[in-house]
C-alpha cells in the first residue's frame, strides 16, 4: 500500500526559505502513471494546490506561488522535495505530500495524501 | 481565494440524505472532471469522489458525485455519524497557465 511522509523544520524564520521533503513507500516514485504533489492548509482555512512534479523533473506550479516555489525529485531516495523561499506569516500552514493522477480523459486528482506537517513561520 | 464555491455549512440527521453543491466556471467544472475530498476532524484530507462520479475502493456507495454545466454536487445518503467532516471540491483550471482548484469547502454537521 503506497504512503507518503512529509518531513522538515516545523518552525521557519520571516524572510527564510521552508524546505520540506516526502518520502514515498510502497510503490515506485518513477512509475511513469503519476505526478507527485504538494497542498497547503493554513489552519482553520481551505486548501491550496502548491505545485506537481514528474519523476523526469518536469514541474508545474500554481501561478500564485510560482516565483517563490522550487519543486524537486529524488527517484534514487524515492523521494521529492518542496523549497518555498521569501517566506511570510500567511506561508504557516498543514503541508501535505500527495500522489497526483494524471488520467487523460478523466481528469486529475490527488490519492493517497500524507498526515501532514504543520509549518509555523515565525520570528 | 478559492473559485469554486461551496456553501460554508450543511446539516442532517442520521439517516437523511444530504447534498453539497460546488458552483465554478467555464474554465474550471464547465472543461474538466470534479473531485470530492472529505476531511475528518484532525486528519488529511482523504479522495472521496474522482472523475465527477467514480468512487476510489472503499469509499461507501452512500457517497455520489455528480455535475452539470458549470456546477457540481455530492449527496451522501444514509447520513452516519462518522460523516461528520469538512469536503472540498476541486477540479482542474485551465487559466492562468493551469492551475489545480479547491472549492472553499463545506462542514458537514450530523445532528
Known amino acids: 500500500q503506497l504512503q507518503l511522509q512529509e518531513s522538515g523544520p516545523g518552525l521557519v524564520k520571516p524572510s527564510e526559505t521552508l524546505s520540506l521533503t516526502c518520502t514515498v513507500s510502497?510503490?515506485?516514485?518513477?512509475?511513469?502513471?503519476?505526478?507527485w504533489g504538494w497542498i497547503r492548509q493554513p489552519p482553520g482555512k481551505g486548501l491550496e494546490w502548491i505545485g506537481s512534479i514528474y519523476y523526469s523533473g518536469s514541474t508545474y506550479y500554481n501561478p500564485s506561488l510560482k516565483s517563490r516555489v522550487t519543486i524537486s525529485v529524488d527517484t534514487s531516495k524515492n523521494q521529492f522535495s518542496l523549497k518555498l523561499s521569501s517566506v511570510t506569516a500567511a506561508d504557516t500552514a498543514v503541508y501535505y505530500c500527495?500522489?497526483?493522477?494524471?488520467?487523460?480523459?478523466?481528469?486529475?486528482?490527488?490519492?493517497?495524501w500524507g498526515q501532514g506537517t504543520l509549518v509555523t513561520v515565525s520570528s | 481565494q478559492s473559485v469554486l464555491t461551496q456553501p460554508p455549512s450543511a446539516s442532517g440527521t442520521p439517516g437523511q440524505r444530504v447534498t453539497i453543491s460546488c458552483s465554478g466556471s467555464s474554465s474550471n467544472i464547465g472543461s474538466n472532471t470534479v473531485n470530492w475530498y472529505q476531511q475528518l476532524p484532525g486528519t488529511a484530507p482523504k479522495l472521496l469522489i474522482y472523475?465527477?462520479?467514480q468512487r476510489p475502493s472503499g469509499v461507501p456507495d452512500r457517497f455520489s458525485g455528480s455535475k452539470s454545466g458549470t456546477s457540481a454536487s455530492l449527496a451522501i445518503s444514509g447520513l452516519q455519524s462518522e460523516d461528520e467532516a469538512d469536503y472540498y471540491c476541486a477540479a482542474w483550471d485551465d487559466s492562468l497557465n493551469g492551475r489545480y482548484v479547491f472549492g472553499t469547502g463545506t462542514k458537514v454537521t450530523v445532528l
Open positions: 472523475s465527477n462520479n
Open positions: 510502497g510503490g515506485s516514485i518513477s512509475s511513469s502513471s503519476y505526478y
Open positions: 500527495a500522489r497526483h493522477v494524471a488520467a487523460a480523459g478523466r481528469g486529475d486528482w490527488f490519492d493517497p
